[in-house]
């Protein structure tokens, strides 16, 4: 499951028209593994996107907790 894809993702827009693409081409066949590497490609994206918010909130707090 992933999160909404109508939400900005800056880092993964390339990654989810794949998706969406996929999903076009094969409508059926999605449902039997046709766009399993895109989803992978998508997930792997948000998961270095979540990873990159963890490091920035993390600066911003030690930033904030210093002043």
Do not use: T, W, Y
């Not at 999160?3 to 996929?22: E, F, G, M, T």
């Not at 059926?28 to 979540?50: P, Q, T, V, Y």
């Amino acid at each position: 499951m992933h999160p909404p894809l109508d939400r900005p993702h800056p880092l993964c827009q390339k990654v989810i028209q794949n998706l969406k693409k996929c999903h076009a081409d094969n409508p059926r066949r999605k449902f039997i593994g046709a766009c399993n590497e895109a989803k992978r490609a998508l997930d792997e994206c948000f998961r270095k996107e979540k990873e990159e918010k963890r490091r920035q909130n993390l600066r911003r707090s030690v930033a904030g907790a210093a002043q």
